[in-house]
């Protein structure tokens, strides 16, 4: 490998390919999974293929259970909230989530080649192959940027190979977005990886969380030339000292271009360390770099709300795709009050309003439409008092909610549990096998 471009009919690539896929294993009847990919404490990752289109899929498959008991469900539902509002060919795309009452379900974007870590492995690479990819790393690090999004985690593990040997950035599980920035302009959680970890990090001060993403791609850019890590001790608190005092060694054959390159990335203190934007201007960089021109495919979900007068769904807020009324969230810690219930419908928001309507006027209730999908419902006697919202879940599926200041309360249990609601039962979303059914193969660490 060393010195050349990986050929993608090398029999390393077919080694990715998975096999032996796990039988009669379906997801919502739209994915059938497959081989393991990998796994972590929290989650397994499957190869899958959509039923109707045969696309191969990565599904992260994370334990609810543990999630919760290990008190990462904020960094769960900063993952998901993240990785929708990024669309770049450099980072892998997060297609849907599914979820059960035991498992969330992440369908990403599937990269047949496999981490990069894999093919470093095997030797260093040659200088020029070691930019093509830093400059791609790069070009997604600097739309990350853009979008408000720090990795924190960047390394050889999180980058992936797709069928053409480009680079993707994945596992956005401990990144921060500008929200989590402090009064004093700085990140404070500590994270990472030991070996791709910032000197500042270290020192608890608080810190830049692009220029903390900046010294990782350093770290990166060092080994896929040399091979190994620039820092590295089999006492973690040594190395951690080498990594504070910025305490490495440049290998014989790095040309003196790179060296100052890599200084400048390498730099202990993150004021005068190189940002993203000077990387990009820079002669070692700039060689044989032709930018990136990509579109934006469903970049805002905000402009296609608005386009389409609809609500949309945080994903943290997804509904477990059970049947019936009154579903759980996800996570067991939403908004929704005693004072509300919810549905899952395949029916269209225009349908599910026109059957509201229908009720409406049977019952002798009167109603008032919303300017989105939604309506007012009210007694003639105004002792009844009652809202419906409808919100997009996916192409196919919308919750709807209704509430009301006391549902439990009469008149109001009485005219919602035994005369709108019965009515009602025809437009929930009965799924004709049980998502929980896929809970036979249990994730485990």
């Given at each position: 490998?060393?010195?050349?471009?990986?050929?993608?009919?090398?029999?390393?690539?077919?080694?990715?390919?998975?096999?032996?896929?796990?039988?009669?294993?379906?997801l919502f009847e739209k994915y059938d999974l497959g081989k393991l990919l990998g796994s972590g404490a929290f989650a397994k990752v499957y190869h899958a293929r959509n039923v109707r289109t045969g696309q191969s899929v990565a599904i992260k498959a994370i334990s609810k259970q543990k999630v919760v008991k290990g008190g990462f469900m904020g960094q769960v539902k900063r993952e998901i909230s993240i990785m929708r509002r990024l669309h770049h060919p450099n980072v892998v795309k997060l297609l849907e989530v599914l979820a059960t009452k035991t498992k969330i379900y992440?369908?990403?974007?599937?990269?047949?080649?496999?981490?990069?870590?894999?093919?470093?492995?095997?030797?260093?690479?040659?200088?020029?192959?070691?930019?093509?990819?830093?400059?791609?790393?790069?070009?997604?690090?600097?739309?990350?940027?853009?979008?408000?999004?720090?990795?924190?985690?960047?390394?050889?593990?999180?980058?992936?190979?797709?069928?053409?040997?480009?680079?993707?950035?994945?596992?956005?599980?401990?990144?921060?977005?500008?929200?989590?920035?402090?009064?004093?302009?700085?990140?404070?959680?500590?994270?990472?990886?030991?070996?791709?970890?910032?000197?500042?990090?270290?020192?608890?001060?608080?810190?830049?969380?692009?220029?903390?993403?900046?010294?990782?791609?350093?770290?990166?850019?060092?080994?896929?030339?040399?091979?190994?890590?620039?820092?590295?001790?089999?006492?973690?608190?040594?190395?951690?000292?080498?990594?504070?005092?910025?305490?490495?060694?440049?290998?014989?054959?790095?040309?003196?271009?790179?060296?100052?390159?890599?200084?400048?990335?390498?730099?202990?203190?993150?004021?005068?360390?190189?940002?993203?934007?000077?990387?990009?201007?820079?002669?070692?960089?700039?060689?044989?770099?032709?930018?990136?021109?990509?579109?934006?495919?469903?970049?805002?979900?905000?402009?296609?709300?608005?386009?389409?007068?609809?609500?949309?769904?945080?994903?943290?807020?997804?509904?477990?795709?059970?049947?019936?009324?009154?579903?759980?969230?996800?996570?067991?810690?939403?908004?929704?009050?005693?004072?509300?219930?919810?549905?899952?419908?395949?029916?269209?928001?225009?349908?599910?309003?026109?059957?509201?309507?229908?009720?409406?006027?049977?019952?002798?209730?009167?109603?008032?439409?919303?300017?989105?999908?939604?309506?007012?419902?009210?007694?003639?006697?105004?002792?009844?008092?009652?809202?419906?919202?409808?919100?997009?879940?996916?192409?196919?599926?919308?919750?709807?909610?209704?509430?009301?200041?006391?549902?439990?309360?009469?008149?109001?249990?009485?005219?919602?549990?035994?005369?709108?609601?019965?009515?009602?039962?025809?437009?929930?979303?009965?799924?004709?096998?049980?998502?929980?059914?896929?809970?036979?193969?249990?994730?485990?660490?």
């Amino acid at each position: 490998m060393k010195g050349n471009l990986i050929s993608p009919t090398s029999a390393s690539m077919a080694d990715q390919e998975p096999t032996n896929p796990l039988p009669d294993v379906n997801l919502f009847e739209k994915y059938d999974l497959g081989k393991l990919l990998g796994s972590g404490a929290f989650a397994k990752v499957y190869h899958a293929r959509n039923v109707r289109t045969g696309q191969s899929v990565a599904i992260k498959a994370i334990s609810k259970q543990k999630v919760v008991k290990g008190g990462f469900m904020g960094q769960v539902k900063r993952e998901i909230s993240i990785m929708r509002r990024l669309h770049h060919p450099n980072v892998v795309k997060l297609l849907e989530v599914l979820a059960t009452k035991t498992k969330i379900y992440f369908v990403l974007e599937f990269a047949k080649g496999g981490e990069l870590f894999t093919r470093v492995a095997k030797g260093r690479f040659s200088e020029g192959l070691s930019r093509r990819y830093f400059q791609q790393l790069i070009t997604a690090v600097e739309y990350c940027h853009s979008r408000g999004v720090f990795h924190r985690d960047l390394k050889l593990e999180n980058l992936l190979l797709d069928d053409n040997w480009d680079l993707k950035v994945t596992d956005f599980g401990l990144s921060a977005v500008k929200d989590q920035i402090e009064p004093d302009g700085l990140l404070h959680t500590l994270c990472g990886t030991p070996a791709y970890v910032a000197p500042e990090i270290l020192g608890k001060k608080g810190y830049d969380g692009a220029k903390v993403d900046v010294w990782s791609c350093g770290i990166i850019l060092y080994v896929l030339i040399a091979g190994y890590l620039p820092f590295n001790d089999t006492n973690i608190m040594s190395m951690y000292r080498k990594i504070y005092r910025g305490q490495f060694r440049f290998p014989k054959w790095t040309s003196p271009d790179l060296r100052r390159f890599l200084s400048r990335l390498l730099d202990t203190n993150p004021k005068t360390r190189i940002t993203v934007d000077e990387i990009i201007q820079d002669s070692w960089f700039k060689k044989d770099y032709k930018g990136m021109k990509f579109q934006l495919e469903g970049f805002d979900m905000k402009v296609q709300e608005n386009v389409q007068n609809q609500k949309s769904l945080n994903a943290f807020d997804i509904i477990s795709f059970s049947s019936g009324f009154d579903l759980s969230c996800l996570f067991n810690e939403c908004d929704v009050s005693a004072s509300s219930e919810r549905f899952v419908s395949c029916e269209s928001p225009a349908k599910i309003i026109k059957r509201v309507e229908e009720i409406a006027r049977t019952e002798n209730i009167k109603l008032m439409k919303n300017k989105g999908w939604g309506a007012k419902l009210e007694g003639c006697d105004g002792s009844f008092a009652m809202a419906i919202e409808i919100y997009k879940l996916t192409d196919q599926l919308v919750v709807v909610e209704v509430k009301g200041k006391e549902m439990n309360a009469i008149p109001n249990q009485e005219i919602w549990k035994h005369k709108l609601r019965p009515q009602l039962d025809s437009l929930v979303h009965k799924p004709a096998t049980p998502a929980p059914s896929v809970t036979d193969y249990p994730i485990s660490s």
